[in-house]
């Protein structure tokens, strides 16, 4: 499978179900992934022979009714766009002078079905965004640990009689994460293999029952006195200490 191909395959499951119902007819999103990820090749600037510098800061300019489209799902969708983004560069060993910012903007001059980019280098900190995508829903990791399971108690609800009422934690300490297993009745994988606590690195997949969970890290702006650390989440081995 090309890059390519991986690429707009991440962006179908993203629009999957619900959302699909939304892009029957009129611009889809794996257009606007396209363009996106046509800015970034044609504005990559050498700077070094080991260093390749692209922009950060997206505005995607949208007739009417697409634009209407695409607002009608959320925060999700951009936090789609921006993690397929950071995944190209990541491939295309490409550089980022500060967080991924993408705005979706109306455009009146541009006909449904056209999209245009306008992208621009925007120096500042990286925020690392955790999110756990648990069965098509995405929720943002707030705490240093969160509970996810089929109980009114755990910080996650999960409609799944296979898991425990308090099944597995997550642990973040604004670096890195971890999974434990919290002695569920039938056991947890990570990856494909059974675990009991490991260290969770992004993009990991956690199984439970019929349930599927997906860490993942995304790199968003975010203003310089929040934060001021920019080492990329994975950078360090190992789990919380």
């Given at each position: 499978?090309?890059?390519?191909?991986?690429?707009?395959?991440?962006?179908?499951?993203?629009?999957?179900?619900?959302?699909?119902?939304?892009?029957?007819s009129?611009?889809?999103?794996?257009?606007?992934?396209?363009?996106?990820?046509?800015?970034?090749?044609?504005?990559?600037?050498?700077?070094?022979?080991?260093?390749?510098?692209?922009?950060?800061k997206?505005?995607?300019?949208?007739?009417?009714?697409?634009?209407?489209?695409?607002?009608?799902?959320?925060?999700?969708?951009?936090?789609?766009?921006?993690?397929?983004?950071?995944?190209?560069?990541?491939?295309?060993?490409?550089?980022?002078?500060?967080?991924?910012?993408?705005?979706?903007?109306?455009?009146?001059?541009?006909?449904?079905?056209?999209?245009?980019?306008?992208?621009v280098?925007?120096?500042?900190?990286?925020?690392?965004?955790?999110?756990?995508?648990?069965?098509?829903?995405?929720?943002?990791?707030?705490?240093?640990?969160?509970?996810?399971?089929r109980?009114?108690?755990?910080?996650?609800?999960?409609?799944?009689?296979?898991?425990?009422?308090?099944?597995?934690?997550?642990?973040?300490?604004?670096?890195?994460?971890?999974?434990?297993?919290?002695?569920?009745?039938?056991?947890?994988?990570?990856?494909?293999?059974?675990?009991?606590?490991?260290p969770?690195?992004?993009?990991?997949?956690?199984?439970?029952?019929?349930?599927?969970?997906?860490?993942?890290?995304?790199?968003?702006?975010?203003?310089?006195?929040?934060?001021?650390?920019?080492?990329?989440?994975g950078?360090?081995?190992?789990?919380?200490?």
């Amino acid at each position: 499978m090309g890059l390519l191909d991986s690429f707009e395959k991440g962006l179908e499951r993203a629009v999957n179900g619900a959302f699909a119902r939304t892009f029957k007819s009129g611009l889809q999103p794996i257009e606007i992934t396209s363009a996106l990820r046509r800015e970034l090749d044609t504005q990559a600037a050498v700077v070094a022979r080991d260093r390749i510098l692209v922009p950060n800061k997206f505005t995607v300019r949208l007739a009417r009714g697409d634009y209407q489209r695409m607002t009608a799902i959320g925060p999700t969708l951009i936090d789609e766009f921006s993690q397929l983004v950071q995944q190209h560069a990541a491939a295309q060993h490409y550089q980022f002078s500060g967080g991924i910012s993408i705005t979706l903007a109306e455009d009146p001059t541009l006909s449904e079905g056209m999209v245009q980019i306008d992208s621009v280098s925007v120096k500042g900190t990286v925020s690392w965004t955790p999110v756990l995508d648990v069965a098509g829903k995405r929720y943002p990791i707030l705490k240093s640990r969160t509970i996810i399971g089929r109980g009114s108690e755990a910080d996650i609800t999960v409609d799944d009689t296979g898991i425990s009422r308090k099944h597995v934690e997550i642990l973040w300490d604004g670096t890195r994460a971890e999974a434990n297993d919290l002695g569920s009745t039938n056991g947890s994988q990570l990856n494909g293999a059974p675990v009991h606590k490991a260290p969770l690195p992004p993009d990991s997949v956690i199984n439970i029952g019929r349930t599927r969970i997906v860490f993942r890290v995304l790199a968003q702006a975010a203003s310089v006195d929040q934060f001021s650390d920019l080492r990329a989440p994975g950078d360090d081995q190992g789990g919380r200490r």
